[in-house]
């Protein structure tokens, strides 16, 4: 079984900051609790696309810039922050 999630198509048509800002959202509506039961779920599994198609993004731009450097090194700066 694959633990890889399947990104709408909406979603990867976004930009990483139009999905970090409607991830934002939903995280918003599920803390605030006033959001029925299947609603909950449904944008629990939407912010669960948008989370992978973050992490996905950020992987590849970390990837990138160990290519540009040559290293870690880049990546090893932003980690101790």
Same mark, same amino acid.
């Given at each position: 079984?694959?633990?890889? &999630?399947?990104?709408?198509?909406?979603? +990867?048509?976004?930009?990483?900051?139009?999905?970090?800002? !409607?991830?934002?959202? &939903? #995280?918003?509506?599920?803390?605030?609790?006033? #959001?029925?039961?299947?609603?909950?779920? @449904?944008?629990?599994?939407?912010?669960? +696309?948008?989370?992978?198609?973050? !992490?996905?993004?950020?992987?590849?731009? +970390?990837?990138?810039? @160990?290519?540009?450097?040559?290293?870690?090194?880049?990546?090893?700066?932003?980690?101790?922050?």
């Amino acid at each position: 079984m694959s633990d890889k &999630i399947e990104i709408d198509e909406d979603i +990867q048509a976004m930009s990483f900051e139009q999905a970090m800002t !409607e991830l934002e959202s &939903i #995280v918003d509506r599920l803390e605030t609790g006033d #959001v029925a039961l299947e609603e909950s779920i @449904e944008i629990y599994q939407r912010g669960s +696309q948008l989370r992978a198609f973050c !992490e996905e993004k950020l992987k590849s731009a +970390q990837a990138r810039i @160990e290519k540009i450097t040559g290293n870690g090194a880049a990546t090893e700066a932003l980690d101790s922050e």
